[in-house]
Structure formats: structure tokens, C-alpha cells
């Protein structure tokens, strides 16, 4: 079986300190993202939402729990997955690096193993739309968030 990798790309005329901002929030995405709702479970060390702590999502029918693994301020969040999706060993990663206008280009990287012999290639076209609203709902929204604070300067 196959390691199975996504990848999608965005640009938001936001910094990174923005964009990670919103990433490091759990209770944001359901605002920006195809996040139905979100729950802490665990608390992480050296903050609410630091490593190690664990964030209930749900998205229609399908709950996942996210366990965060990887923080680098203003630069990487990474992420680990367990759900009921037919998958395993999943690990999520947002790699932001500012532009030389000021913005964040955004890369989201999901790469997992399919949980059944064959299913890789299906379940990666499944994933690969969820994942991409996901890049670009935070792109829009950190611009969103960005034009405000213009604005009320």
C-alpha cells in the first residue's frame, strides 16, 4: 500500500502571525472551514492548544479527533488525524512563508496510509476537496481579518 499525499496551495494578502493565529484557534474553524463544530478534549502543554492537545471536529456525519504535534510560531502547525474515515497514520501539515508583499502563502500537506488494500487512490479524491477548502477558507478568512484591522487604522 501506498503512502497517499495531498497538497494544496493558497495565497491571503495576510502575514503569517495571522494566518497561524487563526490555525492554533480551534474554535475557528468552523468560521472559516468545512468544520461543522469543534471541541477541546485535552489540553496540550504550555497552552490550551499547545502539543499534545487533542480537538474534536466534526464535518456532516464524520467526527475526527486531532491530536497537535507540531508547532513552529508563525511558520508550521502540524497535526496528526484518527476519524472514521478509511484511513491511517494521517498527519496534516500547514507551512506558512511570507511573501515579499507582506502575505502568507499557505501549503497544506495531508499524507496518510489507506486503511484497505486498493482504496488509496479513492480515498485520496475524496480528501482532496476537503482539504482544499480548508487551505482556502483560511487564506480568505486571515485576508478577511487583515483588510478589517487596515480598516480601522
Known amino acids: 500500500m501506498a503512502r497517499q499525499r495531498i497538497e494544496h496551495r493558497a495565497t491571503t494578502t495576510a502575514d503569517p502571525a495571522t494566518v497561524y493565529g487563526l490555525l492554533r ?3 475557528t474553524w468552523p468560521e472559516w472551514s468545512p468544520i461543522d463544530s469543534f471541541d477541546l478534549e ?5 497552552g490550551r492548544e499547545g502539543v499534545g492537545a487533542v480537538r474534536r471536529l ?3 456525519r464524520v467526527e475526527g479527533r486531532d491530536t497537535i504535534v507540531e508547532l513552529v510560531e508563525n ?3 502540524g497535526y496528526t488525524n484518527e476519524s472514521s474515515l478509511p484511513v491511517k497514520d494521517y498527519r496534516g501539515t500547514v507551512d506558512l512563508e511570507r511573501l515579499a508583499d507582506g502575505g502568507t502563502a499557505v501549503t497544506w500537506v495531508a499524507e496518510f496510509d489507506p486503511r484497505y488494500p486498493g482504496t ?7 480528501l482532496r476537496g476537503f482539504i482544499a477548502k480548508l487551505t482556502e477558507g483560511l487564506a480568505a478568512r486571515a485576508s478577511a481579518d487583515a483588510a478589517g484591522r487596515r480598516a480601522a487604522a
Open 120 to 126: 488509496g487512490a479513492l480515498v485520496r479524491r475524496g
Open 42 to 46: 485535552r489540553e496540550g502543554a504550555g
Open 58 to 60: 466534526r464535518s456532516g
Open 75 to 77: 511558520r508550521r502547525f
Open 25 to 27: 484557534d480551534g474554535a
